[in-house]
C-alpha cells in the first residue's frame, strides 16, 4: 500500500452536514452500503439503505458484473456516467483499478458517441453549461459556495469534437471525460476540477432538429460576439480563481490557436489538442527511433492535416531537432505539410502565418511528377521517400494502400501514426497498414485498436493516448502553484515519458508503457513539469522539496473513510 494510500485512509473522520437521503444522493459523498452501522445511526440512513454492510471491494465486483451485462460499449459508457453520478469513490476507485478496461469506455473513443447521445442520457448536473442567453449571469454562476475548491477547468465550445465535428451541447461529454482522467490518472480530487461547456449554439442540423436536444437551439454564434462571449467567461473564471488552471478542449482548430495565443499570458492555461497531442506523438515517435536507429535529425515527416494539433506535434518535433543542435530553419525542413489543398508550398492558398514558415518553396516541387493540380499524399511519398507519417486530419481512410506502399519500398521500419479520433476517422486500420508494410510498420494510433495477427505473432498496437500526459502536467503545475504553462513545461512533460519508454531497453517491446502505468507515470511527469516550472521562474512554491509535499498533498486515493456529523 503507498504511502499516500494510507495517510487518506487513517485521515480524521470527514466532517459532514448531510443527513438521510440528501447524503446518499450526493455522489461525492454517497458510499451506499459502504456506510458502517454506526453512520447509519448517526446520519439517518437506516431503511435507506438494505441492512447488509458492504465494502469499496465488494462494491467494485459489483459493479463491474453489471458492466459486463451492459451489450454495447456506448451502454457501457451510459452506465459508468451514471455511476459517477452515483457514487464518485466507486466511480474512481472502479476505474483506477481497472485502467485498461475502463479508459475506452470513459473516454476516446465510446467518448464520440457519448457527445453525439448526450442529451438522450443526460440525467444529473455535472459541471457547468454556461450559455449565450446566461452571458450577463456568468460571473454569479461562478461565484456560488459549491466551486471554492476548484482548482482546474477543462472547457470545451463543443465545435470541434474528436473528428465529429460540431456536437453542440452534447460536447460537455469531453470536459467530463477530461476531468475523470484528471482523477484517475492524475490523481486529483473531484471536487478541485470543474467541467464547463460553452454553450453559443450549433450548426449541427441533426443537433437541431432533435427534439431531446438540451443545448440551447440556436446557430452557433460566431466572430464578435464570439469573442466578447470568451473574454466574458475568462475574465469572469480570473475574478472567481485567480490562480485556476484552465485547459482548452475540442474547439474549432482557427479558434484553439488563437484562443490559446490570446491568454496564454493572462492565466494559467493550455490546449491538450495542441501541445498534449505534441507531447505524446513526440514521446511515440522517439519510442519508434529506438527501434529503427535512424535519428530524428535525419528523418523526413509528412504531416496529414496541418490544423492545430498538427502545427503542434510540428513545432514540438522542431524543437527536438533543434536540440540535436540543428538550427531552427534546417529543423522545419524536415517535414512536409499537407492540408486541405494538398501539400502546402510559397504558392498554396489560404495558408495561416503560424502554417508558412512550414511551406515548401516553389522550386523544391518544380521537377516533381504529380498527377494533379494539387500535390497529394502519394504525390509526396514518391517524391521525397519519408520516414514518417502522421495523420491528424479527420478523414478516415486518409493513408490509401497506394501511399502507404510507395512509402515502404523505400523504408524498411515506415512509422505509421493514424492519430485522429474516434475509430471511423482513423486514417487507417493498423490490420491494413501492416498487410501494405509485410509487417514492417511500426504504428501508434489515436484510438485503442486490438493486436494484429502478424505471421502467428501478436503485434500490440501503441495508443499515442494524450492521457498518458495531460492528467501529470495539470498536476504539476497545479502542484508548482504555476503562474503560466510555457512550452518548456509541456516539453518536460513529453522528455519524462521518454524515460520511462520500453524501448529504452528493448527494441522489441511496445512503444508505450502499458496504459495500466499511467497513473504512476503521471505523478513522474508533474514531478517534472514542476521543477520546469521553478526553472522558468513560474513556480509559487521556493523549492522541489516543497513541490513535492505539494504533489503529495494534490493527489486523492478512491478510499472510503469515515464520517462524523457536523455539530
Not at 464547463?196 to 438540451?214: F, H, K, Q
Not at 501514426?417 to 509487417?439: I, V, Y
Request: glycine letters at 8%; proline letters at 6%.
Amino acid at each position: 500500500m503507498s504511502t499516500t494510500t494510507q495517510a487518506v485512509i487513517k485521515e480524521t473522520p470527514f466532517q459532514v452536514s448531510l443527513s438521510g437521503l440528501d447524503l446518499i444522493n450526493n455522489p461525492r459523498w454517497n458510499k451506499g452500503t459502504a456506510f458502517s452501522d454506526r453512520e447509519r445511526d448517526i446520519f439517518d440512513l437506516h431503511g435507506l439503505l438494505p441492512p447488509h454492510v458492504g465494502s469499496l471491494d465488494e462494491q467494485i465486483e459489483r459493479r463491474k458484473e453489471a458492466l459486463a451485462d451492459q451489450p454495447t460499449s456506448f451502454e457501457k459508457y451510459s452506465f459508468l456516467r451514471d455511476l459517477q453520478d452515483t457514487n464518485e469513490t466507486l466511480f474512481y476507485a472502479l476505474l483506477v483499478r481497472n485502467v485498461e478496461q475502463m479508459l475506452p469506455l470513459v473516454y476516446t473513443p465510446t467518448v464520440g458517441e457519448g457527445c453525439q447521445r448526450f442529451s438522450e442520457i443526460w440525467r444529473k448536473p455535472r459541471g457547468l453549461f454556461l450559455s449565450y442567453p446566461n452571458k450577463d449571469r456568468i460571473p454569479q454562476i461562478l461565484n456560488h459556495a459549491r466551486y471554492d475548491q476548484v482548482k482546474c477547468i477543462v472547457v470545451s465550445d463543443g465545435e470541434r469534437i474528436l473528428g465529429l465535428g460540431d456536437q453542440g451541447a452534447g460536447g460537455m461529454g469531453i470536459p467530463i471525460g477530461k476531468m475523470a482522467l484528471y482523477t484517475a490518472l492524475g490523481g486529483i480530487h473531484p471536487e478541485n476540477c470543474l467541467p464547463i461547456l460553452l454553450d453559443v449554439g450549433t450548426d449541427n442540423e441533426e443537433r437541431l432538429n432533435d427534439p431531446l436536444y438540451i443545448g440551447w437551439r440556436n446557430r452557433r454564434v460566431r466572430g464578435q460576439e464570439y469573442d466578447d462571449f470568451v473574454e466574458t467567461f475568462v475574465s469572469a473564471v480570473k475574478g472567481r480563481w485567480p490562480h485556476v488552471l484552465l485547459q482548452w478542449e475540442d474547439f474549432a482548430g482557427a479558434n484553439a490557436a488563437r484562443l490559446l495565443a490570446r491568454y496564454r499570458d493572462q492565466l494559467c492555461t493550455f490546449n491538450d489538442d495542441i501541445q498534449g497531442t505534441a507531447a505524446i506523438a513526440v514521446s511515440t515517435l522517439v519510442s519508434a527511433i529506438n527501434v529503427t536507429g535512424l535519428p530524428l535529425e535525419q528523418q523526413k515527416i509528412v504531416v496529414l492535416g496541418f490544423g492545430s494539433a498538427g502545427l503542434g506535434i510540428t513545432n514540438l518535433l522542431a524543437q527536438f531537432i533543434e536540440d540535436k543542435g540543428v538550427s531552427p530553419e534546417e529543423a522545419r525542413r524536415h517535414f512536409y505539410a499537407i492540408d486541405r489543398y494538398g501539400l502546402i508550398t510559397e504558392n498554396t492558398r489560404d495558408v495561416h502565418p503560424e502554417q508558412k514558415p512550414y511551406a515548401r518553396k516553389a522550386s523544391e516541387v518544380q521537377g516533381w511528377k504529380i498527377s494533379g493540380d494539387e500535390i497529394t499524399l502519394l504525390d509526396v511519398v514518391r517524391n521525397v521517400k519519408p520516414t514518417v507519417l502522421i495523420g491528424v486530419s479527420g478523414q478516415g481512410g486518409a493513408f490509401t494502400e497506394e501511399a502507404v506502399g510507395e512509402m515502404a519500398k523505400n523504408t524498411a521500419r515506415p512509422v505509421i501514426f493514424p492519430l485522429s479520433n474516434p475509430t471511423s476517422r482513423s486514417e487507417a486500420t493498423p490490420k491494413d497498414l501492416l498487410e501494405w508494410t509485410d509487417g514492417g510498420a511500426l504504428i501508434g494510433t489515436g484510438s485503442p485498436f486490438d493486436p494484429v495477427d502478424v505471421g502467428g505473432k501478436k503485434i500490440h498496437i501503441a495508443q499515442t493516448n494524450n492521457s498518458y500526459i495531460f492528467p501529470g502536467l495539470a498536476l504539476g503545475i497545479i502542484a508548482s502553484k504555476a503562474r503560466r504553462v510555457t512550452d518548456t513545461m509541456v516539453k518536460a512533460a513529453a522528455q519524462e515519458l521518454i524515460r520511462h519508454l520500453p524501448t529504452q531497453k528493448d527494441k522489441q517491446a511496445s512503444l508505450l508503457p502499458p496504459i495500466s502505468d499511467a497513473r504512476k507515470i503521471g505523478r513522474f511527469i508533474a514531478e517534472a513539469v514542476g521543477r520546469q516550472a521553478i526553472r522558468d521562474g513560474q513556480a509559487q512554491v521556493a523549492d522541489e522539496g516543497e513541490l513535492l509535499r505539494e504533489v503529495d498533498a494534490n493527489i486523492w486515493e478512491p478510499a472510503y473513510v469515515s464520517y462524523e456529523r457536523t455539530p
